[in-house]
């Protein structure tokens, strides 16, 4: 059984920078499959991010965090890490992973067939 544990979130004033962690567990080695950051603000629907899927170099990132967040892997690890630079109170969300089997990342929530528990990044001006 698949099962995501995520880490890294905190709170951090504008222009600061945090890096967020998902582990997986219990996942089928040898399949490629997606890993996608979504987050939701309060008040408003959760929304893709940015999203990679592992065994290949195919990423994906959202217009509003285009050249401030970076996604990453390592295979080894069996790890997602999202680094968020040049951060802006509107990124703060409550933050999560979410997995799929499959070679391609759908910004879509309704994909993804495993989720986070979900890390809380506040951003303050």
């Known amino acids: 059984q698949v099962q995501l544990v995520e880490s890294g979130g905190g709170s951090v004033q504008a222009g600061g920078s945090l890096r967020l962690s998902c582990v997986v567990f219990?996942?089928?080695?040898?399949?490629?499959?997606?890993m996608n950051w979504f987050r939701q603000a309060p008040g408003k629907e959760r929304e893709g991010v940015a999203g990679i899927v592992t065994n290949s170099d195919s990423i994906w990132y959202d217009d509003s965090v285009k050249g401030r967040f970076t996604i990453s892997r390592d295979n080894a690890k069996n790890a997602v890490y999202l680094q968020m630079n040049s951060l802006k109170p509107e990124d703060t969300a409550i933050y999560y992973c979410?997995?799929?089997?499959?070679?391609?990342?759908?910004?879509?929530?309704?994909?993804?067939?495993?989720w986070g528990q979900g890390t809380q990044v506040t951003v303050s001006s």
């Open positions: 979410a997995f799929r089997y499959g070679g391609y990342c759908y910004p879509d929530r309704s994909r993804y067939n495993y």
């Open positions: 219990g996942y089928t080695y040898g399949y490629d499959y997606c």
